[in-house]
């Protein structure tokens, strides 16, 4: 039977969660579930395959980041449709077919994000929907971001970016647009691949009825030397790969002569040396290398 829906995780050094996640996937004959394990330590791959013979576990010889993983993923999907999903998700409820009618309901319509709640607590809301980033800072929030679920976001409305944690994609829009932009490694790739989206005359939205619940953060560590260095370089990336979108000069002024000192002080201050030096690292990269304009097709 053909398959209608390939679900595409990413485990790297994260078997606890991507088990965690497995286990809350319904299989059927309708539905693959895919695992690219980005050159995890002790065997993880081979654990995650003798665990569960029904996923189909791809096993990457580096790591390829977070989109190279997804993309690799992605090309070995037989699905109409693909969910791409962290793998520091759980479904409570597994409602997809939401995801699928509100798809379904518009050939324009190119990604699907559904309502997204932190793992933890009171199960606060991470997002529900994007405003969009200024021209000049770069900056935005999630709508919704750490409220109480009140159902105040229930209503489904397009949104101009996808969220990275949980994205349902019409395949063939994948075919038009092209594979995700490898060139970020980790963070903004998401919103890059949005803003591929939009300029291909797609629709994002986001739908409130399909519930996914975020650990947040498990892999890399909310003030790491690697978020830091990361966060640092893309937000120039997104910049310089999209001009027509942001004021790329004041852009530029606003995150180098502003953020970045403003950084590199207070991490002096603090003796955060690691990240001191993760920051001037993502500097000095996104100046020196200028190979940025990656846009790999099927």
């Known amino acids: 039977m053909k398959i209608e829906v390939s679900i595409v995780t990413i485990n790297y050094n994260g078997l606890e969660d991507t088990c965690a996640l497995i286990e809350t996937i319904p299989f059927n004959e309708n539905m693959e579930v895919i695992v690219v394990d980005n050159a995890s330590k ?20 580096r790591n390829l980041g977070f989109a190279g993983g997804n993309n690799l993923g992605i090309q070995s999907a037989q699905g109409k449709y693909l969910f791409l999903i962290n793998n520091d998700t759980i479904f409570k409820e597994f409602n997809i077919q939401f995801l699928i009618d509100r798809m379904i309901s518009s050939p324009d319509i190119g990604i699907v994000c559904p309502k997204i709640r932190f793992a933890w607590g009171n199960n606060p809301i991470q997002y529900a929907g994007y405003t969009r980033l200024s021209r000049i800072s770069i900056r935005n929030h999630a709508i919704g971001f750490n409220e109480e679920d009140h159902g105040q976001y229930d209503t489904a409305r397009p949104t101009p970016y996808a969220h990275g944690a949980a994205m349902f994609i019409r395949r063939d829009a994948i075919d038009k647009v092209g594979l995700m932009p490898e060139c970020y490694f980790l963070y903004y790739e998401e919103l890059d691949w949005s803003i591929m989206f939009i300029r291909a005359g797609y629709q994002i939205w986001y739908e409130p009825k399909c519930t996914i619940y975020h650990k947040e ?13 990361y966060l640092t370089r893309n937000r120039l990336l997104l910049v310089r790969r999209n001009p027509q979108e942001f004021n790329k000069t004041l852009a530029y002024i606003y995150l180098i002569g502003i953020v970045a000192l403003r950084d590199i002080a ?5 003796s955060r040396f690691d990240l001191l030096k993760a920051t001037l690292h993502g500097l000095l990269d996104f100046i020196l290398k200028q190979n940025t304009s990656i846009n790999i097709k099927l």
């Open 42 to 61: 002790n065997q993880e791959a081979e654990t995650i395959a003798q665990r569960y013979p029904q996923v189909k576990v791809i096993q990457s010889e």
């Open 217 to 229: 953060s498990q892999a890399t560590g909310q003030n790491s030397p690697l978020r830091t260095y």
């Open 266 to 270: 207070k991490k002096t201050f603090f």
